[in-house]
């Protein structure tokens, strides 16, 4: 399995518009065959910061999650109005 956290750091007047872009990222998320676990979280020190946390079954089906219409319209969107940070690791 995969776990992916992809750190955002957001400024306050982008933020509403970056958590919907995330929202909706995540619903279409857990539909996608072999989403394990996909969720949005926030600093409870830094508001400026979220966290998406992301599991996958395996690296194909991260692939076609990478690919997906929604994934490339909705980090498109969160890249343009925030800095991202993607950390990987496997399990």
Not at 5 to 19: A, K, L, T, W
Not at 60 to 89: N, Y
């Amino acid at each position: 399995m995969l776990r992916l956290n992809c750190f955002i750091q957001v400024s306050g007047e982008h933020r509403p518009e970056v958590i919907a872009a995330a929202k909706r990222l995540t619903e279409a998320s857990l539909k996608q065959d072999g989403c394990v676990a996909y969720d949005i979280f926030e600093s409870a020190t830094r508001p400026e910061v979220l966290m998406i946390c992301e599991t996958w079954r395996d690296q194909s089906a991260l692939d076609a999650h990478s690919a997906s219409d929604v994934f490339v319209t909705e980090v498109g969107k969160m890249r343009s109005l925030a800095e991202m940070k993607l950390e990987t690791f496997e399990f």
